[in-house]
């Protein structure tokens, strides 16, 4: 990253995360138990299958996988079934990605609002992280599960869920939908940075007026992408973020 792309960057006052595939390896965990049920069949999810599912709400996601295999007998209902069953299981023991707990603790050490915007259940969410207190522990209360009923939200791609992150959760004035904002709304949203994972997620955040870091598995590069949107940043990792390139605080060496 040069120095003049650096100093063009807005100064970033609030933090909204993803947290599925961004924060934990929630995705390894989809994956084993969708190849688990389909192996049942000699069938397999190969990753540019995968790479329509990631953002999804859990139907929809259910529906799109199945499209791809009309020859087997696997209703809807059923695999959701199995893979619920099979995912409550192991979602006590998902791990942390590399460079998360670093990042959240950095943020809430210097008192930057941060959030999680999440396309998980609120249920999951609890089964997720309840092991991982010291991290989720940071932010709060200030989650947003994609059915909280209290909001009403379109799923990524729509930007939805992070205008509510960042209206109720954090307090900032960012306006209602992304055709309803005045300037001093688009200002506001300007100062938030979303950590996304997902093509619907970045989406989701460019949408919302943010600007975007995304944090692609690899195969989903190779997947490759081709839409209107583009996120303002590309790291494999959390662990190669800079901090001070986005006007926040540098970690201390």
Request: proline share 6%; hydrophobic share 40%; with cysteine.
């Amino acid at each position: 990253m040069t120095e003049t792309a650096a100093a063009i960057r807005p100064k970033i006052e609030y933090v909204l995360f993803d947290m599925d595939g961004l924060m934990i390896d929630s995705e390894k965990i989809y994956t084993d138990v969708t190849n688990e049920i389909l192996g049942q069949y000699s069938e397999k999810m190969t990753w540019d299958i995968k790479a329509g599912l990631m953002g999804k709400p859990e139907r929809q996601a259910a529906e799109h996988l199945l499209s791809f295999f009309p020859e087997i007998s696997l209703t809807l209902e059923s695999y959701i079934s199995q893979r619920n069953t099979l995912q409550d299981v192991l979602w006590p023991t998902v791990p942390l990605l590399p460079g998360v707990r670093k990042l959240v603790l950095h943020l809430k050490a210097h008192n930057i609002p941060i959030a999680v915007a999440t396309g998980s259940r609120r249920r999951n969410f609890e089964l997720k992280t309840s092991h991982l207190g010291e991290i989720f522990d940071c932010f709060q209360g200030n989650i947003v599960c994609a059915d909280d009923a209290k909001y009403t939200m379109r799923s990524k791609p729509a930007p939805d869920i992070f205008l509510v992150a960042a209206r109720e959760l954090l307090a900032r004035n960012v306006g209602e939908l992304e055709d309803q904002f005045t300037e001093d709304h688009r200002k506001e949203r300007a100062k938030g940075l979303v950590f996304e994972d997902g093509v619907p997620g970045f989406q989701a955040g460019k949408r919302a007026g943010m600007s975007v870091v995304w944090v692609p598995d690899h195969n989903l590069l190779d997947v490759g992408y081709s839409g209107q949107e583009q996120a303002d940043q590309i790291i494999r990792s959390i662990e190669h973020f800079v901090p001070e390139e986005w006007g926040l605080p540098p970690y201390l060496t």
